[in-house]
């Protein structure tokens, strides 16, 4: 039984183009979280969303809109992708937003060429 | 200003031995520090966390030191096997966020 999975594990696409990323959660938990790994291992939030509301948005370009059609789902769209944005990109979720023991799904390795 | 780093990013230990793993933050308003683990091609899996007014936590293995007054946090891993080795991340929690610091590498020797 996965708790968190995403989709796609890789995805190689060109600059310019758009692309989305999946991510489901089976715990029941109410937070769930889109984080950034670079290839350097720095790990840093970018959104989390409480019972489907938005509640942190890390400065980041707004060419990333995040997506929670349900408590259990948190996708991430990413328009005119760009070479920086290679990166792994981790979904994860707890339960309550004030918790910080997080459940992290297995990546998504992003390479814009 | 917030951040979370690290005094090596890279430590090797004998296994069976105990491993030490550093940190230094500098945000003192932290409510919660908390140590995360990941393995290769994996994501980060939580281990421990300690509240900001506790200086000692232990669990299965491991402990977890904070010394508020020099802003220093330890993980201690106890009898180290080979399935410790990983990335391990210190990380502040607070305002329903977790800043990850960046990251000490553990290998094992047999």
């Known amino acids: 039984d996965t708790a968190v999975s995403q989709t796609p594990k890789y995805l190689v696409t060109q600059m310019g183009n758009d692309k989305s990323i999946k991510c489901e959660q089976n715990l029941g938990h109410d937070t769930m979280y889109w984080y950034k790994q670079d290839s350097k291992k720095f790990l840093k939030i970018m959104f989390s969303y409480n019972n489907k509301e938005l509640i942190i948005n890390e400065t980041v370009p707004n060419r990333f809109s995040p997506k929670s059609p349900d408590k259990a789902h948190l996708n991430l769209h990413i328009n005119s992708l760009e070479l920086g944005d290679s990166a792994v990109y981790f979904c994860?979720?707890?339960?309550?937003?004030?918790?910080?023991?997080?459940?992290f799904g297995p990546g998504t390795r992003l390479t814009v060429t | 200003g917030e951040s979370v780093g690290l005094h090596l990013p890279t430590l090797s230990v004998q296994e069976g031995d105990n491993s030490i793993i550093n940190c230094a933050y500098s945000?003192?308003?932290?409510?919660?520090f908390i140590w995360y683990k990941q393995e290769s091609g994996k994501g980060p899996q939580f281990i421990i966390d300690i509240r900001s007014n506790m200086d000692k936590r232990q669990g299965q293995r491991v402990t977890v030191l904070l010394n508020k007054t020099v802003k220093h946090l330890s993980l201690q891993i106890a009898a180290t096997q080979p399935g410790d080795s990983a990335v391990y991340f210190c990380a502040e929690g607070g305002a329903s966020k977790i800043i990850f610091g960046s990251g000490t590498r553990l290998s094992i020797r047999p």
């Open positions: 994860a979720s707890s339960r309550g937003q004030d918790r910080y023991e997080q459940y």
């Open positions: 945000n003192s308003a932290s409510d919660y």
